[in-house]
């Protein structure tokens, strides 16, 4: 039976990293995957919602945040080295992996999208006329791409999902 650990603070230097962007009003969170003190992968998970004033303007994007945020991306990775799988709601829907995302990586590192081509609807908009898009992303290193055995995503592959959340999931499995 295999043993999994999750960690967020490793005592090998992840708490000595500079202090991240704390200026916007997402969230973005990196854990360590670990299997018998082997890293698996270092997972990013990123919220990136619409902003709005107290009149509820928007005055800022996801994808504006998602480019502020260029210098964590670079800090995490110059310190982790991965291999890396980010994930999250961007709230914007992209064709390609976004920069500065695309930006990073090398040695196996690179991230690509296991869903190109695919672009699995995750989010359906219940107001006005409803409609669905693509607002949610898996990314992964090559070197774990290449270990993928199946994904499944989006309310095509989760038919009862807009029914206990207003994101339908997405499913990497991979043989580690």
């Known amino acids: 039976m295999s043993r999994w650990r999750?960690?967020?603070?490793?005592?090998?230097?992840?708490?000595?990293?500079?202090?991240?962007?704390t200026n916007f009003p997402g969230s973005l969170t990196a854990a360590d995957v670990s299997r018998e003190d082997h890293l698996i992968a270092t997972v990013i998970r990123l919220y990136?919602?619409?902003?709005?004033?107290?009149?509820?303007?928007f005055v800022g994007?996801?994808?504006?945040?998602?480019?502020?945020?260029?210098?964590?991306?670079?800090?995490?990775?110059?310190?982790?080295?991965?291999?890396?799988?980010?994930?999250?709601?961007?709230?914007?829907?992209?064709h390609v992996i976004p920069a500065p995302?695309?930006?990073?990586?090398?040695?196996?590192?690179?991230?690509?999208?296991?869903?190109?081509?695919?672009?699995?609807?995750?989010?359906?908009?219940?107001?006005?006329?409803?409609?669905?898009?693509?607002?949610d992303y898996l990314y992964l290193s090559e070197s774990l791409a290449g270990r993928v055995v199946s994904k499944r995503g989006g309310i095509t592959d989760f038919p009862t999902a807009f029914g206990i959340s207003d994101h339908a999931p997405l499913l990497v499995e991979a043989k580690i």
């Open 6 to 21: 999750i960690t967020q603070s490793p005592s090998d230097g992840w708490n000595t990293i500079d202090t991240l962007i």
């Open 48 to 57: 990136l919602p619409y902003r709005k004033n107290k009149a509820r303007d």
């Open 61 to 94: 994007h996801p994808s504006q945040d998602l480019r502020r945020l260029k210098n964590d991306f670079e800090l995490i990775h110059t310190h982790r080295k991965g291999p890396f799988i980010v994930a999250g709601d961007l709230n914007d829907e992209h």
């Open 101 to 135: 995302l695309s930006e990073l990586g090398a040695n196996g590192t690179r991230l690509v999208d296991p869903f190109a081509g695919m672009s699995p609807k995750t989010f359906e908009q219940d107001w006005l006329s409803r409609r669905q898009f693509t607002l």
